[in-house]
DNA sequence: CCAAAACACTAACAACTGTTAGTATCTTTT
DNA sequence: AAAAGATACTAACAGTTGTTAGTGTTTTGG
């Protein structure tokens, strides 16, 4: 069998992570084989682990990478001092949305599969979702003592947005219905336009 | 072993459907192995098959049990002419979240499992969703002809009242955060009263 | 209290799992 | 063109999977 790559896609390993994505979300981590992979891939499933250390590896690859990303975002947000709270809180929902649009693979796996996550992997992964979700409280609690934003739960409302983009999911299934920017403006109209004051 | 159950929780096939759920919902579907299962209920792997005629059964029957539930109230909630188009909605928006806070097991893995149902029960399955979904977008629409709702894409807003109800799944692990009654008022306010015209 | 039905047990099956060892081939560097 | 390194291959492993066959035991109905 021929090479996985020509140097075109990055390197191997980020070919193989990738494709790796799709199964996972498609069939789910425990019911994708290596097998399949390495078919996927052009490859037997020996070879691999010339590349990857273990199934898992790649699932936390997966994982994280989302998870980093998604905490550098909220970083430069919550510095961002030309933005007030609703708009801060705004401008994370509508990264959310990008993210659940173009990159629904490794989203999907970060959301769904993550509990297939080895120890201690996964309770960092929850304890980082945890203090990523205290952090978006936050920023709604100073925005309600600021006047910025209605008087709301901030723990059901982060919950309910964070939520709500999953939708998305199916959006990809038919995206004939309704354009992407569409739907963008349609969700934060409905779910950040009615929490400013 | 003993037996499965007193003829108090119903029929015996009915405690495994229940256990099955549960273990379903932890573990995932494919990585619920069959001696898991039989060592929740007490009993041997092999006795399950004097009940169940397979693990795909079990998934089915949670499946198309949940399903029928969502539809069988839609349809009350249609024909309940003592409610607006925007109280028809609330109405079922109440009712999701009654059921992710009631009978989380059954829902979640209605939701994230049903990829694993066989053929032709999947097609089945995701034919069911999309009727489902396109009688909620119908009272969406209406509500709209009838000015009792605000202009909004329909499709976008089942979309995102569908979804963000999962945001449930993270309120189970932290209940002392806020009450259920609390949490769905929170919800109520922030995705369908301003959906109001 | 006996026959029938319901239900649990043990043992085993073929298929599939992630992974390793050992070896061959291709690519890059010297 | 030879040496080194990267990467592919085949074959095989030990463990697990859902499920069946065959048999014994408990409960139910007459």
Known sequence: MGRITNRKNG???????????RL????????????????????EAASLYNHIRSKSELLQEICFRVANEFTAQLQEVEADDSLNFLEKLESMVRFHISMWINRLDEVMVTNNESKY???PYHSTFLNERRVYVRRLEQIIEEGIRKGQIRQVQ???VVLTLLS???GIEYWHRTKKNISANELEESMIVHMVNGLRK
């Open 164 to 166: 709500a983009v999953r």
């Open 117 to 119: 996550l080895e120890e």
């Open 11 to 21: 390197s191997r390993k980020e070919v193989i992570t990738l494709a790796a994505a």
């Open 154 to 156: 901030p723990y059901a």
């Open 24 to 43: 996972f979300r498609e069939k789910g981590f425990p019911s994708t084989g290596m097998r399949d992979l390495a078919g996927d891939v052009g490859v």
